[in-house]
């Protein structure tokens, strides 16, 4: 957990992460080590995202400050999926896709879903959409090399309130799966 330990429950089997206003609190499974993986969840805010957006990431074969992860940028208006590499912190867009009639409102859920493969050039996909409807192909594909690391996998969920949010947003994650591939 990368802030105070308040910030985030665990009650029959969901966990919640509470956003203030500007805040970035992240979650992290750690010990958990494979090449290749399947990552998927369920997600659910009870508010609405207003004004600069909420963020949401779910990561992939993290290593100190470098991953791989799915981010999704949800406003008022709409939401856009980003492939993301981040290296020592700073981040590249490896692929991005606006999502057309999706919009997160409070109390529904989505599911995103992330998987990396290979142990030369990694192979990156990543779809969301709402729960309670077909899952979707693959909307972003991306091949990325070099990986930010060469064997391990930890899963995160890290999420971030705009500043000028007057309530904290609580990010529910349900249903977490990772599964090793090959």
């Known amino acids: 957990m990368t802030t105070a330990s308040s910030t985030f429950a665990a009650a029959g089997g ?32 009870d508010k609405a995202p207003t004004g600069g957006g909420t963020f949401t990431s779910a990561v992939v074969r993290r290593i100190g400050t470098s991953d791989y992860r799915v981010k999704v940028r949800a406003t008022a208006s ?3 999926l980003d492939l993301v590499r981040t290296v020592s912190g700073g981040e590249t867009v490896l692929a991005t896709q606006a999502l057309t009639g999706v919009l997160l409102t409070a109390g529904e859920t989505f599911q995103p879903r ?3 493969q290979g ?9 969301f959409w709402e729960s309670g409807t077909s ?4 909307t972003l594909t991306s ?13 995160a969920s890290t999420a971030t309130c705009p500043l000028r949010r007057p ?7 349900y249903d977490l799966q990772a599964t090793q591939l090959g």
């Open 14 to 45: 969901v966990g919640t992460l509470q956003m203030a206003a500007g805040s970035g609190p992240s979650a992290y499974l750690q010990g958990v080590s494979a090449l290749s993986v399947d990552l998927i969840s369920t997600l659910g805010c």
């Open 78 to 80: 709409g939401t856009v």
């Open 114 to 116: 992330l998987q990396a």
């Open 119 to 127: 142990s030369g050039t990694t192979t990156l996909q990543a779809k």
């Open 135 to 138: 899952e979707p192909g693959w």
């Open 143 to 155: 091949t990325a090399r070099p990986r930010p690391c060469r064997t391990r996998v930890e899963w």
């Open 167 to 173: 309530t904290p947003i609580t990010l529910r994650v």
